[in-house]
């Protein structure tokens, strides 16, 4: 039997993913020694992980015009440069609002350029159509391993050290994304079919305009933005919850290891189903999962236990979005310009990672508690799940492109 071979641009990728979303997913453990350090409340931290967040998404779109237009890896190159340069400036900050700059835009910045749209548009152009949301799935579980090395591996370094020296560290690990990026080639693609053709007679301006006025593409719009919203909530306030109730760092860190060990599993798993069943479906049942996963956290007792029982619940549905959401505008729009659409669509996910970082933080300084900010995280997870159903995602019909 046949056994498709991924290309060596999937294994380039997981290597610049390891690195460049586990120490992002990191952060969440610098929040109390960092506010500490600059005795501000939770707020602060908070806002420049947001902003970060914010930039990541508002960068995307034209990171991934730029990587459609000359490539992906002088855009990873430039990427890595300014997210190490972000790192190193926060470890030597003597001012708080300095963060914004470092922490926040430069580093917000570097990751627009070495993430998930930039990778996933370089492996969509060589891998064919019917292995693209798998390959996606084992792509986007790198992120994960990269979380479930860093994070163990942040809370160790600020044991041994300061924090500013756990992010010179870090900074020096991100200087090592470029070597990947030097061996990135993808100009063979797959233009031998008609369809293929046609896509490549596409220009941007159409492709744009097409996306745009399909009801879905703005569906996908809100699911991604409600999985921001998730993600970094619970990445960024999910120590100081657990620090909260009486829980020791190390469980936090061992939470957070889970979530990332068992997305690894989650995202191939999601990816997988996605080749199988009808994606639409399958992005509905994950956010079921989210809400029973939750909601069952937030009403039980939380114990080292139930901790560590949540990380690897909501781990395993934790970035089973981003293959199933990337493969649902490579199905509908094709993989030409997968870059710049998919970007919009992150956009939409930095935008809800803006609100669900900062607003944890200003609850929590409000009220005392992160109660609410839990509980609408249930009601989001459901409102997401329904709102895939109604998707068209069949292929968009290119008769213009045809007779072109």
Known sequence: MFTFRFPLLVWLGIGILITSLGIRQSFGIFMTPISDYFHTGREFFSFAIALQNLLFGAFQPFVGMAADRWGPKRI?????????AGLYLTSIAVEPTMMYLSLGV???LGLSATSYVIVLGAVAKVVPAQHAAKAFGLTTAAGSFGMFAMIPGAQTLLSIYDWQSAMQIFAVMCSFIVVFAVFIKTAKQETHTTHHLQEDLQTLKEALKEAFSHKGYWLIHIGFFVCGFHVMFIATHLP??????????????????????????????????????????????????????????????TTD?????????????WLGTVPLTSGLVRQIFG???????????????????????????????????????????VALAFISALIHLPINDKPVPRLNMATA
Do not use: E
């Not at 990873?76 to 190490?84: K, N, P, R």
């Open 76 to 84: 990873i190159i430039i990427g890595s440069a300014s997210y190490a």
């Open 106 to 108: 430069l580093v917000g």
């Open 240 to 301: 100081s919850y657990l620090s909260d109730k009486g829980l020791l760092a190390s469980t936090a860190a061992m939470a957070l290891a889970c979530v990332g060990i068992f997305n690894i599993f989650g995202s191939y798993f999601w990816g997988a189903m996605a080749d199988l069943y009808n994606k639409r479906y399958v992005m509905s049942a994950l956010y079921l999962m989210r809400t029973v996963v939750i909601s069952a956290f937030v009403i039980f007792p």
């Open 305 to 317: 236990m139930t901790a560590i029982i949540f990380g690897a619940a909501i781990g395993f549905c």
């Open 335 to 377: 993989p030409r310009y997968l870059s710049t659409l998919y970007g919009l669509v992150f956009l939409s996910h930095q935008l809800g990672s803006f609100l669900g970082a900062w607003a944890g933080g200003v609850v929590y300084d409000y009220y005392g508690s992160y109660a609410p900010i839990w509980w609408t995280a």
